[in-house]
């Protein structure tokens, strides 16, 4: 599939759904490059509609450093579950179940909608996106970063 057709798939994608929201692993960084591919393809303006959780910034808020996809995965006991294996398709799956186990854990992900935490050491890895709301998140925070 040609760059501009997936482009125009996934516009169209996000345009035909009532309220599209966007779960990655460090989403800043995901985000970051999608707004590009999107713009670059005539499809920039789509990404208004869209709202994103980080569970990055979920995972910072419930276990210490390390903070990983991997470690996640460990701290959720999903080893025999999922395959981390850093190809697309098993990093979006293990996501997934990362996703549901925190959901479990805790049914409060809702309040991280466009809330992205960063490291105040470095703060905000590239620019800042449209929408998102961003709050200092050290390495072991104590408390909610939605509660702050």
Same mark, same amino acid.
């Given at each position: 599939?040609?760059?501009?057709?997936?482009?125009?798939?996934? %516009?169209?994608? +996000? /345009?035909?759904?009532? =309220?599209?929201?966007?779960? @990655?692993?460090?989403?800043?960084?995901? $985000?970051?490059?999608?707004?590009?591919?999107?713009?670059?393809?005539?499809?920039?303006?789509?990404?208004?509609?869209?709202?994103?959780?980080?569970?990055?910034?979920?995972?910072?808020?419930?276990?210490?450093?390390?903070?990983?996809?991997?470690?996640?995965?460990? %701290?959720?006991? +999903? /080893?025999?579950?999922? =395959?981390?294996?850093?190809? @697309?398709?098993?990093?979006?799956?293990? $996501?997934?179940?990362?996703?549901?186990?925190?959901?479990?854990?805790?049914?409060?992900?809702?309040?991280?909608?466009?809330?992205?935490?960063?490291?105040?050491?470095?703060?905000?890895?590239?620019?800042?996106?449209?929408?998102?709301?961003?709050?200092?998140?050290?390495?072991?925070?104590?408390?909610?970063?939605?509660?702050?």
């Amino acid at each position: 599939v040609e760059k501009e057709t997936a482009a125009l798939r996934f %516009a169209q994608m +996000l /345009e035909e759904a009532e =309220h599209p929201l966007l779960v @990655a692993y460090n989403a800043q960084f995901d $985000l970051g490059f999608l707004c590009a591919f999107l713009s670059k393809n005539h499809h920039g303006d789509i990404y208004n509609r869209l709202h994103t959780i980080d569970a990055l910034t979920v995972y910072r808020d419930r276990r210490p450093y390390p903070h990983k996809l991997c470690d996640a995965i460990s %701290a959720y006991n +999903l /080893e025999s579950t999922v =395959h981390n294996s850093h190809r @697309a398709i098993d990093d979006a799956y293990s $996501l997934l179940e990362v996703v549901v186990a925190m959901e479990t854990e805790n049914p409060d992900l809702h309040r991280y909608i466009d809330l992205f935490g960063y490291l105040p050491k470095y703060g905000v890895n590239g620019a800042p996106l449209p929408g998102i709301h961003y709050k200092a998140q050290p390495y072991n925070s104590t408390g909610k970063l939605y509660e702050r």
